[in-house]
């Protein structure tokens, strides 16, 4: 009895030494956005720690990154395409808010920073009037997947942007059009979004795997 019982123990230690070398010789997976939300993959970079270029991927089921993201400061954000002397807008916003299905809360502001330089840009130096201070993507338990947007625009007027008082009360249900409008930004000059759930939703991406591609290694 006792050796079966030492035999039943020893061959369960060896199981989850098995497992546990196989998840560590199991790199992330990086995975595409599938191509309906490709839309806004225009030439802007987004690195965030740990993870790297995060531009049109989600965020990986993997080393607790869905759950690091909610805590990491803002990420470098860089538009190769800048233009030397002009000067941008910057917003980052949850078009999913509270949920994809439901979005009550659309456009909830993550980040509004006016009056970048292009070259600052360029190089991912986010230097501006900060008229929304960042706050991380934290998306709620339950909610699935939400889509995180990030568009540059360019500043074509010598004007003071600013947010309205009701604006500025609440981040959410945010009318993001007619603050374009307000202050004749036009079409982004450069955009990106990425996707990302509450870390509790596992498992691992499922709904979206029709033609998504993976990647074994980091994306530059």
Request: net charge negative; glycine share 6%; charged share 25%.
């Amino acid at each position: 009895m006792k050796l079966a019982t030492a035999a039943l123990l020893l061959g369960l230690v060896v199981m989850v030494a098995a497992r546990e070398e196989e998840e560590e010789n199991d790199p992330c997976v990086y995975e595409n956005l599938p191509y309906e939300d490709t839309g806004l993959c225009k030439g802007l970079d987004v690195f965030y720690p740990e993870v790297g270029n995060v531009a049109c991927m989600f965020i990986p089921d993997c080393n607790n990154f869905r759950h690091k993201i909610t805590d990491w400061m803002e990420p470098i954000v860089k538009f190769p395409g800048a233009l030397e002397g002009a000067t941008y807008t910057l917003m980052m916003v949850d078009p999913d808010a509270p949920s994809r299905s439901e979005p009550t809360k659309k456009y909830w502001r993550h980040w509004l920073v006016t009056d970048i330089k292009g070259n600052d840009l360029k190089k991912g130096n986010i230097q501006g009037q900060v008229l929304t201070p960042y706050k991380p993507p934290s998306p709620p338990a339950n909610s699935g997947f939400h889509r995180y947007q990030l568009l540059v625009y360019l500043q074509e007027r010598d004007e003071v942007i600013s947010l309205l008082p009701k604006e500025s009360k609440s981040r959410g249900s945010w009318n993001m059009e007619s603050f374009l409008n307000r202050f004749h930004l036009r079409e982004p000059e450069a955009s990106t979004q990425f996707m990302t759930q509450n870390s509790q939703d596992s498992p691992m991406i499922q709904a979206f795997r029709g033609g998504v591609r993976y990647f074994k290694d980091k994306p530059k």
